[in-house]
């Protein structure tokens, strides 16, 4: 390792001066021949019958090309992983963002008045905003065809006997916690083109996160619509950030579609700020009850857990979110007794998404929240308890997680030092320290069948490399990172490798970016691929250079003898010759890598992910007495990244991650008042600015990941997740309230601290 070039290098990301200087194309800024401009018209009310439709009236106006209802889709296609969700409604809308007609113009303007003139009676019917009133007997089913609102979804894991646990535990706490929606506010609004060309073969122009997915999905459409054997293509504009929010397709891609499909124009639909907050997909919101018990020492005996998730209307990826949940829950430190039980429920809210930890914030907040409550009933120093429990390598945790490299430990012991928690732990008077954990999947998690990602590498007769990858880069620096393995293999330059990732007809089958997979998925097929065109060039130059390829090497695009220094050429020389060569050959070479990690059997046990990423973070804060205001005044955010291939990037990913984690803490909350969200605009919608920005400081722990490329494991989502804890934990240090519904925002700790005056 000590040997490496261009690994471990603080090289900037790729894509930073094109974004800084205006130069990068994102789908706002695409424009196709002939386009013209989608608009959708919304539901009105949450739940509401539909008993008058008329779209004359925008149909005759000018510059119109088309209308769509209900009456346009097959009425047996459905969307979402539950297949609950008509892209366009009729009958009855059951949320305020149910899409009931759209409209194709020449201009986004006249669109827009198309839709004013659309004529729409209802019905209006009571509405559930409740999950724990959808799940009573006798309560309003939103889809009549269900016998409950709870989805069936078979979302419970055991491990080992928790009654059992719970008659030996000294020590037991038990408490509630929840979780708000939060919205994941990309820079990029959503958006997509989509355009037929003459053989009714789809182009979609697009910012999704899973390009290889989405294009099933589309070719799914295409069946419906009558359309068989049609070829679609997946072209990704620049993403403006993703976090989860374009890890499905939803209805306005549909709506695209049709109606391009209708014109025979290309149509491109772009959401305004407002459409990005009402009309996607947030975090779901959570309410979560749990019991944790040690015995005299401190070591975990078990825990427990129950949980409610708001589903909302209709379902995507956010119902899934409990499977990930279980990683911490049962593999977040050493904890031998398990209990989970989730409820996805039913309401006449919006429907949730994927977003960053994909479920793990939730959970790790009521687990890091009740371990500290656990310490201090034990008479234990918090992160004492921590180093107890702490997960170690060669574990295998109690849902068959095996832990290979593992820096839990060193994580805690930064955050102590550089903290000085034993200085400041326990001093009250309006400052505190604390401190949460984390566990995250590092090596990919085998949600679908595959895992894995392609890679395809050519090399010209210069010595010049282009790499096609599967992988999508939504701002975390793929690209770059990617071109770094590649660099380091073949010994060149990395100025000379090109990264090629946003299309779907040259670039090989990906997953999707999710999962913190991309270093370690995309990585290790890039290294897969570089390694095997190395060989290539390694055995032409071998005839050049009359040496046994064994023992040639290429550095700074010179290929040598390890054993005799006379003999060496450089690289593009030995290309050349081989390509010009009689019977010579052009060198390309193909590497699809799917990490050896496991489906989850049917009691949700089996190793999800080859590697797993830990962290913990620790948080000084002061605490307003008088106001509620908390502030911090240090941020320490330890992670254990295994090789460290860029710090650079990592380093902004965990800066990135820890203040967003400080909004979803401290401000962030979607309002909703009977299904109607009332602060859907940055004016009232509270983010972390650059003003907010506390004093953090990123900790890069190595451990040498040995499945991971050059020893990596990913780290993409961790640096949001244990932040939330870490400053409730730090809070209840400083004023002695403990605030467990978050946000924690000035009136909640002002009412805990006056609540607390009159029970003392």
């Known amino acids: 390792m000590n040997s490496l070039t261009t690994v471990g290098q603080k090289i900037p990301k790729r894509d930073a001066p094109p974004k800084a200087i205006g130069a990068a194309v994102y789908i706002q800024d695409m424009k196709v021949p002939g386009m013209l401009h989608g608009k959708i018209l919304y539901s009105k009310h949450p739940h509401a019958r539909i008993l008058k439709l008329d779209t004359s009236r925008a149909e005759k106006l000018a510059g119109v090309r088309a209308v769509i209802t209900a009456a346009d889709m097959p009425s047996t296609f459905r969307i979402g992983v539950m297949k609950d969700n008509p ?269 960053r930890g994909y479920g793990n914030p939730q959970a790790t907040f009521a687990i890091e929240s009740s371990l500290d409550q656990l310490a201090e009933i034990a008479g234990i120093d918090p992160y004492e308890l921590r180093l107890k429990n702490a997960n170690e390598p060669g574990e295998v945790t109690p849902q068959r997680f095996k832990i290979t490299s593992c820096g839990m430990k060193e994580c805690i012991e930064e955050v102590v030092k550089r903290l000085n928690w ?77 990264v090629i990732n946003n299309d779907t007809d040259i670039c090989p089958w990906d997953v999707g970016v999710h999962a913190s997979r991309t270093t370690f998925v995309a990585g290790n097929a890039a290294l897969g691929a570089a390694l095997k065109i190395k060989s290539q060039v390694l055995e032409a130059a071998a005839k050049l250079l009359e040496e046994d390829p064994a023992y040639l090497d290429i550095k700074n695009g010179i290929v040598f003898s390890t054993r005799n220094k006379e003999k060496s050429t450089p690289l593009g020389k030995a290309l050349r010759k081989a390509h010009y060569t009689l ?85 962030e909350k979607m309002v909703y008042v009977n299904g109607e969200l009332k602060n859907g605009n940055f004016l009232d919608y509270k983010i972390p600015t650059a003003k907010d920005v506390p004093p953090m400081q990123a900790v890069i722990v190595e451990t040498d990941e040995k499945d991971g490329p050059f020893g990596a494991k990913g780290i993409g989502e961790p640096g949001l997740v244990p932040t939330a804890p870490a400053i409730a934990n730090a809070i209840y240090d400083a004023v002695g309230v403990r605030i467990k519904d978050l946000p924690i925002t000035p009136e909640k700790v002002l009412k805990a601290l006056k609540e607390k005056e009159k029970i003392g």
């Open 583 to 667: 019977g010579g050959k052009m060198l390309m070479a193909e590497y699809f890598y799917d990490p050896k990690n496991e489906n989850f059997d049917k009691e949700f046990k089996g190793n999800l992910s080859v590697s797993y990423a830990y962290g913990t973070h620790g948080v000084e804060v002061e605490v307003d007495k008088e106001t509620g205001q908390v502030k911090i005044l240090d941020y320490v955010a330890a992670h254990d990244v295994g090789k460290a291939i860029n710090p650079l990037l990592l380093e902004g990913q965990i800066y990135g991650g820890g203040l967003q984690g400080v909004g979803y803490a401290l401000g």
């Open 87 to 355: 892209p366009l409604k009729t009958g009855k809308v059951l949320s305020i963002r149910d899409e009931i007609a759209a409209v194709a113009a020449t201009s986004p303007e006249i669109a827009e008045e198309a839709l004013s003139l659309i004529e729409v009676e209802y019905e209006v019917l009571p509405g559930i905003f409740d999950p724990i009133e959808a799940m009573k007997e006798g309560a309003m089913l939103l889809h009549e065809e269900t016998k409950s609102n709870v989805l069936k979804l078979p979302w419970k894991l055991v491990c080992g006997d928790v009654e059992a646990a719970k008659k030996e535990a000294v020590f037991i706490v038990e408490d509630t916690f929840s979780t708000p929606w939060v919205t994941h506010c990309c820079l990029g609004t959503s958006g997509c083109i989509a355009q037929f060309d003459t053989n009714n073969n789809l182009t979609m122009y697009s910012n999704t996160q899973i390009p290889s997915l989405a294009q099933n999905d589309y070719i799914e459409a295409l069946n419906a619509f009558g359309l068989k054997n049609k070829r679609v293509r997946i072209v990704q504009c620049v993403i403006g950030g993703g976090f989860g929010s374009k890890l499905d397709t939803y209805s306005y891609e549909y709506i695209a579609i049709r109606l391009s499909l209708k014109t025979r124009k290309p149509v491109k639909i772009i959401f305004s700020r407002e459409e990005e907050f009402f009309a996607t997909s947030p975090r779901q919101c959570t309410i979560t009850k749990i019991s944790h018990g040690c015995d005299r020492e401190g070591r975990l005996m078990f825990r427990e857990i129950d949980m409610v998730l708001d589903n909302g209307a209709y379902t995507s990826w956010g119902a899934t979110t409990p499977s990930v949940m279980m990683l911490p829950i049962s593999s977040l430190y050493k904890v031998p007794n398990v209990k989970y039980t989730a409820k996805c429920v039913y309401t006449n809210n919006t429907y949730s998404q994927a977003m």
């Open 422 to 498: 034993k200085g400041k732990h326990g001093r009250g008077a309006g400052r505190g320290v604390g401190m949460a954990s984390l566990i995250h999947v590092g090596g990919g998690a085998r949600v679908y069948k595959s895992d894995g990602c392609g890679t395809i590498i050519k090399m010209d007769d210069f010595g010049k490399v282009d790499v096609f990858t599967g992988a999508s880069d939504i701002g975390q620096g793929s690209e770059t990172i990617i071109a770094q393995i590649v660099a380091e293999v073949l010994g060149i330059p990395i100025d000379d490798v090109n």
